[in-house]
């Protein structure tokens, strides 16, 4: 369902089932309502359900008839009040976002950086702006909730950049992953939203109203965090800098740590593989990237990867924290963020993490350095195995003497590496193996564990 179009419906569907604000004392008795007035009965009648505030609204604007609910009544109010609001520029402005927020084939920068404008001129209509804007972040948010597969959630909830930051949000819809800014947590978007009504004063006309929306919200996101994309970055993660891998691309993001696992945000156990299958069900990729503190153990991502390959998974994609280097913009919402972070992946194949287990045929997709194990043509297989002693490299012609990954250049026709290493290795260190390898091999694959 579009997010604009349930922004604007009278009849909002987050207010369903609930009491109406109760209704002011009727302002008809001195004729003529004015614009700004006018915009305060439509959005307690919009958005807080008030029939007796329709039904002065219907007769104010003399539409004639029962009041009704529903998008062509919206459409009929807007056309109705914009000539009253001509005069008088905020009116008009909502006015002429209202309308376009209707309209599915209307970009929404345009409007929301009116809305926007509106609540930074702090005049009489800035509450029933930062009613509008964060109407557009509460049914992004939920929109997000209602949909299947990371990349889509996290897509919709970016929406919300919209009602919570001034630049451009085009950047964070672009297809190509290295375009993209970093996504922002929906928990920081929701907060921006939620301080334009907190910000309306208790004795404004619509702050009942505003601290209405506030609590449904509140409630709504309780109930429905485990359908949200999982609210990190790269410093909640705690992830090593490491530079050369694959942007993010919005897959799956199966969290590791020394209590647990979790996979977009919801816990799991460590033979939890039923959570985990139907999540990469839904994304379509049969792709993960793990994300785990520099100083964990090899064994906890091992076996975590394990469960991901009996899930499902072909391929994961080991998360780093890379630098970006691009200028921010005035007016994003990472502005001022020093160093901007994002997630990035070195991708490697599962196919051989757990022998004797039949695979499915190879994606089409996958990017480079992770198509070990399939049909990657005849050529020489190296090894490489990371122990406490240091790494070495084993070849056709055996192992192999002085720094393993500069040997591994010298492997001619190389079509694959398997990587091992002993369980007790810090991750961080595996990492930067495999950081050094990703840039020599062709392809990468797992596989058990290397001797202490």
Not at 27 to 50: H, K
Not at 117 to 131: C, F, I
Not at 318 to 335: C, K, N, Q, S, Y
Not at 382 to 399: F, K, N, S
Request: charged content about 20%; some cysteine; glycine content about 8%.
């Amino acid at each position: 369902m579009n997010v604009r179009v349930l922004t604007i419906v009278v009849a909002a569907a987050a207010c369903a089932g609930r009491p109406p604000v109760a209704p002011r004392p009727s302002p008809t008795a001195v004729a003529g309502l004015t614009a700004a007035e006018l915009i305060v009965l439509l959005d307690r009648a919009r958005l807080g359900r008030d029939d007796a505030a329709l039904a002065e609204l219907w007769k104010e604007l003399a539409l004639g008839g029962a009041p009704v609910r529903g998008l062509d009544a919206t459409r009929r109010v807007l056309a109705a009040l914009a000539p009253r609001a001509a005069g008088d520029a905020d009116a008009a402005a909502l006015v002429r976002a209202d309308a376009a927020l209707l309209d599915p084939q209307v970009a929404m920068l345009a409007p929301t950086r009116e809305l926007r404008a509106v609540v930074r001129g702090g005049g009489p209509l800035a509450a029933s702006a930062a009613l509008r804007l964060h109407a557009v972040c509460a049914e992004a948010l939920r929109e997000a909730a209602s949909l299947a597969g990371t990349a889509a959630k996290v897509v919709a909830a970016n929406r919300c950049l919209y009602a919570a930051q001034d630049a451009d949000p085009a950047p964070y819809f672009a297809a190509d992953a290295a375009a993209r800014p970093p996504d922002p947590p929906w928990t920081l978007l929701s907060a921006r939203s939620r301080a334009l009504l907190e910000a309306i004063p208790a004795t404004h006309p619509l702050a009942v109203l505003a601290r209405r929306r506030l609590d449904e919200e509140r409630a709504f996101l309780e109930s429905a965090a485990r359908s949200l994309p999982a609210p990190v970055t790269p410093r909640t993660l705690a992830l090593p800098i490491v530079e050369g891998g694959l942007p993010y691309d919005r897959l799956p993001l199966l969290q590791v740590a020394p209590g647990g696992m979790r996979i977009d945000g919801v816990e799991l156990g460590f033979d939890d593989g039923k959570t985990l299958s139907t999540i990469l069900a839904e994304d379509r990729r049969l792709r993960v990237t793990l994300v785990a503190p520099g100083q964990i153990e090899w064994w906890r991502v091992h076996e975590a990867l394990k469960l991901a390959r009996r899930a499902g998974a072909v391929v994961a994609e080991l998360g780093v924290a890379e630098m970006v280097r691009a200028t921010v913009p005035a007016g994003d919402v990472h502005a001022g963020e020093q160093p901007l972070l994002r997630i990035a992946g070195f991708p490697v194949t599962l196919y051989t993490l757990v022998p004797g287990e039949s695979a499915p045929p190879l994606p089409r997709d996958l990017p480079r350095g992770s198509t070990y194990g399939g049909d990657v043509g005849d050529g020489a297989l190296a090894r490489i195995a990371i122990g406490a002693a240091g790494t070495r490299l084993v070849t056709d012609g055996g192992p192999q003497t002085g720094d393993a990954v500069e040997a591994l250049r010298a492997v001619k026709d190389l079509r694959g590496v398997r990587l091992a290493a002993a369980p007790d290795v810090p991750y961080m260190r595996v990492l930067a193996e495999i950081a050094r390898v990703y840039a020599v091999a062709p392809a990468i694959g797992l596989e058990g564990y290397a001797a202490p």
